[in-house]
């Protein structure tokens, strides 16, 4: 009997003890649960406090802007056909002597003149709808502004030009540069790509439907006025039946901007058998009857048709040694290369603004226009390509390799076109 009462005691201490421990377990484990509870909303109080403490100073930077700034409304007036600045001013009801103070004091540092129509003059008015300011831009890079408080008062400032670069990728299903455009690039953009490209791939005939392009460029935005300039490539790649085109850019030891595949070779000829666009060869190299004198002459260039005005690209990476009127050949521009080439282009109707003697030039780069100047029946390009001073046939031409890189400038190449490449990625899957 003891021995059954002494094994319950034994079982119900055992419970109990057993109980005791759960109990305590779940009693600790729902401590605990609380206790987290607890802790996770402190921190969710804590982040309503960090948001509304933002909030209460984005309140209050609000309020101090509106304090420290008085609100202008501004207005912007369109310059139509007619209209002057003193109309302008007039229309406002500015006072006479007030408008001529405006003018001379502008006029000290830039010329009325100069404004066309279709440009914007701001104005901003306070609450009163007194003008306080005038503003227009001087030219793409620069704003002037007036301000009318109390005295006139001048500030020429330049705009605010942001530098970006820009990665993008588009697989061809209709054409390089229309795919291009339905993929948000700018045509300044995609008519560098081609010429890059030109040299190497023959649109017509290479570019098939899956051609995978894929490119970075640089471009500056203007804050004030949201216009955006676009500047070089600086990496293009043209991706065809799996064969890879790639080019990267580079400033070389000698100054020219220019573009090397991985190995540093140059991807350019080195001169253009055809510095222009769209031209048809309306005369050989070679003797022929000279239109105007009639007599047998040697042709000692290539004349390419092409209407007024078509632009003139540098055949190659040079040295501007000659600009200006040269006889029968009108308004003329020869360039030096290296390797003892020149190039000559005549006739020009205009030169390319700021083309000048001993200028450097890239090739491609816009030199001068299309036009008739000199003994000339109608608006056409003369080229010649002068080797060691004697004059070859630019449609012959056997064309000399370009530049590759070596050396010291070949090491350096190859840490920028990492970097170029690097960018170029992380751009486009980040
Ligand atoms: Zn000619």
């Known amino acids: 009997m003891f021995k059954i009462l002494r094994y319950l005691f034994l079982v119900s201490l055992i419970s109990l003890g057993y109980y005791l421990f759960v109990s305590e377990y779940f009693n600790l484990s729902k401590k605990n649960f609380l206790e987290r509870e607890i802790v996770k909303k402190k921190l969710v109080e804590d982040k309503n406090e960090i948001i509304q403490q933002k909030k209460e100073k984005v309140v209050s930077t609000n ?45 000290n540092f830039f010329d009325l003149k100069k404004m066309k129509t279709g440009e914007i003059i701001s104005v901003f008015e306070n609450n009163f709808g007194e003008i306080k300011k005038i503003e227009f831009f001087k030219n793409n890079e620069t704003i002037i502004s007036v301000n009318l408080d109390k005295e006139i008062n001048l500030n020429i400032r330049e705009l605010t030009k942001v530098s970006f670069i820009e990665s993008k990728e588009y697989t061809i299903t209709e054409s390089l540069f229309s795919d291009g455009i339905k993929n948000g690039i700018s045509p300044d953009i995609l008519v560098k790509i081609i010429s890059l490209f030109s040299f190497d791939l023959d649109f017509q005939r290479d570019i098939r439907v899956d051609t995978v392009v894929s490119i970075s460029y640089e471009f500056d935005e203007i804050i004030e006025t949201g216009r955006l300039e676009y500047n070089d490539i600086k990496y293009a790649s043209i991706i065809i039946d799996g064969k890879q085109l790639e080019y990267f850019k580079f400033v070389t030891a000698d100054g020219y901007v220019d573009y090397f595949n991985r190995e540093g070779k140059n991807v350019k000829k080195s001169i253009l058998k055809t510095p222009l666009d769209g031209a048809r060869i309306s005369s050989n190299f070679g003797m022929r009857k000279h239109p105007i004198s009639g007599f047998n002459k040697m042709h000692k260039g290539v004349d390419f048709a092409a209407p007024t005005g078509t632009p003139i690209y540098a055949g190659g990476n040079g040295i501007v040694e000659y600009v200006g009127r040269n006889g029968g050949y009108g308004k003329y521009i020869r360039i030096r290369h290296n390797n003892g080439y020149k190039t000559a282009y005549a006739h020009l109707s205009n030169y390319k603004k700021g083309i000048s003697k001993g200028l450097r030039v890239n090739q491609g780069e816009v030199i001068g226009y299309v036009g008739s100047t000199g003994n000339s029946t109608g608006p056409h390009l003369h080229y010649e390509i002068i080797y060691q001073n004697k004059h070859i046939n630019p449609l012959k031409l056997k064309l000399p390799s370009g530049k590759i890189l070596e050396g010291k400038e070949l090491e350096k190449f190859k840490n920028a076109y990492k970097i170029i490449y690097a960018d170029h990625l992380s751009m486009l899957y980040e």
């Open 63 to 107: 309020i101090k802007k509106s304090v420290d700034k008085v609100q202008y409304v501004q207005k912007k007036i369109e310059i139509l056909q007619g209209d002057t600045f003193v109309s302008i001013l007039e229309s406002l009801n500015f006072k006479k002597e007030n408008i001529y103070a405006i003018i001379s004091e502008i006029e």
